[in-house]
């Protein structure tokens, strides 16, 4: 069964860490890239960063740029997103996903359409 498994998500007064996990079962991780998106209350799901399959590639949109570190460790099935410096702003419910192709490239975005594959999603609530 393909599944992506978040974890990780809590709740952070501004300014702390977290980490985040997208735990990736069912398919061999090392062909696919993965990203992570986040959608808070309202507001339309975004692109956060993305990971090309071999992590040689990334991607960060500018909110995040400086503050959110994306990683992966094929060996383990697993994708990693360090939080740092979190705002308030940063708060919304985050998820990993999958593209629908393998070897999709990482270029100036991640393209929500070429994500078929989505976890179920860890909240993030940056709160003092």
């Known amino acids: 069964q393909l599944q992506l498994v978040e974890s990780g998500g809590g709740l952070v007064q501004p300014g702390g860490s977290l980490r985040l996990s997208c735990a990736a079962s069912?398919?061999?991780?090392?062909?696919?890239?993965i990203a992570w998106f986040r959608q808070a209350p309202g507001k339309e799901r975004e692109g956060v960063s993305c990971?090309?399959?071999?992590?040689?590639?990334?991607y960060y949109a500018e909110p995040v740029k400086g503050r959110f570190t994306i990683s992966r460790d094929n060996a383990k099935n697993t994708v990693f997103l360090q939080m740092n410096s979190l705002k308030p702003e940063d708060t919304a419910v985050y998820y990993c996903a999958r593209p629908r192709l393998r070897f999709t490239p990482v270029k100036n975005k991640c393209g929500i359409q070429e994500y078929d594959l989505w976890g179920q999603g860890t909240q993030v609530t940056v709160s003092s």
């Open positions: 069912g398919f061999t991780l090392d062909y696919y890239a």
């Open positions: 990971i090309s399959n071999s992590g040689s590639k990334t």
